[in-house]
């Protein structure tokens, strides 16, 4: 029996090797969302940035960095459901979820950290969610006040059950932790942890009780509870604190993804004290500097894990710069949106052309630069290929795999048939190849500042849709919609197809 032992202990090592390695060469997966960020405010994509960025700087000098990636919405919760689904938010719904929304997403939906979840995955989501819960209410809102130009109704503290679990969040998406405050500018403003509340609000956040000053811009805090003593500028630093917490926590071998959305720089835009002055962009240039560092804190916990060379980051933002960025630009010379038209909300190009930062080290060359046309609806796809997951058929219906492009292979370019670019009902863009058509006269939510335009040298356009070759003209300046009408038919039935449709890619 010894000498058997020992003629298979060379088999059993060899085993019990591979297996080891098998295991641990399973990557970590780490996504960091920053929240209305321009394509511009990198320092390594926009040469004339007035922010420093030195750790996303590095990251993209360490992996791939997309100059054509797109958001799936021009605002938040559509963009955050797309990027946890690989499925168009149009698909669901246009809007953001209010205060005390309910869930965006179906109980149906599969999601990027439910299939992590089958190859053996820790999921954990610490920031901002916004994507909605089951709340507890005890009644109807009770409360009354004026905001932005109009009376709205407002729950206090006694109008919901803050003792019972909170469902239909996170830990109902296929996530085993959540820490975070929900939405920085929404109530509830207190901390929750998994699906239960730290402290239970007791008081009620309104604009005339804030108690902090907004170092740019406006606070644009809805009405709602709030726990005693509630500081907005203790957010970010405390998500920082917990994600850096949660790294430390993790165990060799065994693999985790941490989805990190952060609630910066959206406003309120309220950077910590030390981090003023650290750009030439103003209090907006500072929050986007400490969102750069917030970045490095989780690179640097990686790294001091020893976790560095086996995991994934991915860095993006959930749509484009804020209304601010006009003034901004103006007054300061940072153009947020570096040369894109528009902004967040718009279909024009600022509205969802995000910055996009992929490393994978071993795989992805260090320091290079893909000019292919990408939605982080391919996030989920691409994932999934490079962990060994099948995906349902009903999984990621619009989610193109990547990992061709990522990893230098040969792939036929363009990568997707096509991209939507929306936001709101009435608007729709489709971009394919280089052609990007927008079946409406503007592809702006909001009108543009007379001095903006002037400054940009924008003109307005009057036909009944947009027609722009991206290649020619990326900044959108010249309407083809009359010279190209066998293109612009061609787009329309694309578009109408790709709308009526189940899903835009085949598996």
């Known amino acids: 029996m010894k000498k058997l032992l020992l003629a298979l202990l060379p088999f059993l090592v060899l085993t ?43 990251l993209a000098s360490e992996g791939m960095r997309f100059t054509d990636a797109h958001s799936s919405s021009g605002i938040c919760s559509p963009s955050r459901f797309a990027f946890l689904t690989g499925t168009y938010h149009w698909r669901r719904q246009h809007g953001i979820v209010s205060s005390f929304g309910k869930p ?44 932005f130009g109009k009376k709205v109704k407002y729950y206090q503290p006694q109008d919901i059950d803050w003792s019972k679990p909170v469902k239909g969040g996170p830990l109902s998406r296929g996530f085993d932790y959540y820490f975070g405050d929900g939405t920085i500018n929404f109530p509830p403003y207190a901390w929750i942890e998994n699906d239960r509340f730290l ?47 949660w790294i430390n926590n993790r165990k060799e071998n065994e693999p985790f993804f941490l989805y990190l959305p952060l609630p910066s720089p959206h406003a309120p835009i309220i950077p910590n004290d030390e981090f003023d002055n650290k750009s030439k962009a103003g209090a907006y240039g500072d929050f986007v500097f400490q969102t750069d560092w917030v970045a490095g804190q989780v690179l640097q916990a990686l790294k001091d894990k020893g976790l560095d060379q086996n995991t994934i980051i991915i860095f993006s933002a959930d749509n484009g710069t804020e209304r601010y960025a006009w003034k901004r630009a103006e007054k300061f010379g940072h153009f947020s949106m570096g040369n894109d ?164 890619v085949s598996r």
């Open 16 to 58: 019990m090797a591979q297996g080891f390695q098998k295991k641990s060469n399973r990557p970590n997966i780490v996504i960091i969302y920053a929240d209305d960020m321009g394509y511009g405010d990198l320092n390594c994509q926009n040469p004339d940035s007035k922010i420093p960025t030195p750790n996303l700087d590095k």
């Open 104 to 147: 965006f997403f179906k109980d149906s939906d599969i999601t990027l950290p439910q299939v992590l979840k089958t190859k053996g995955y820790t999921t954990a989501c610490i920031g901002k969610w916004h994507l909605g819960w089951d709340w507890e209410f005890k009644n109807e809102p009770s409360s009354e006040t004026e905001q």
């Open 199 to 245: 402290e239970y609000p007791t008081e009620t956040m309104l604009e005339s009780n804030i108690g902090f000053k907004t170092k740019e811009g406006n606070w644009e805090f809805r009405p709602g509870p709030k726990v005693k003593d509630w500081n907005p500028y203790d957010v970010l630093p405390t998500l920082t604190k917990k994600a850096v917490e």
């Open 341 to 504: 038209r528009g902004l967040k909300q718009d279909v024009y190009e600022g509205g969802h052309h995000v910055p996009f930062i992929f490393k994978w080290p071993g795989h992805i060359k260090a320091g290079s630069i893909s000019n292919e046309v990408i939605s982080q609806v391919d996030v989920m796809a691409t994932l999934a290929k490079i962990t060994g997951i099948d995906l349902d058929e009903k999984a990621a219906p619009d989610s193109y795999d990547l990992t061709a492009v990522l990893t230098g292979k040969q792939y036929k370019s363009p990568l997707r048939e096509a991209t939507v670019h929306n936001t709101h009902q009435e608007r729709w863009g489709l971009r394919k190849g280089d052609w990007l058509y927008i079946n409406n006269s503007t592809g702006s939510q909001r009108e543009m500042p007379e001095s903006f335009k002037k400054l940009r040298g924008y003109t307005d356009f009057s036909t009944e849709g947009i027609l722009f070759n991206m290649k020619d003209d990326p900044e959108q300046r010249v309407n083809l919609f009359e010279k190209y009408p066998e293109i612009v038919k061609e787009m329309k039935q694309l578009l109408q197809k790709y709308r009526i449709s189940e899903r835009t």
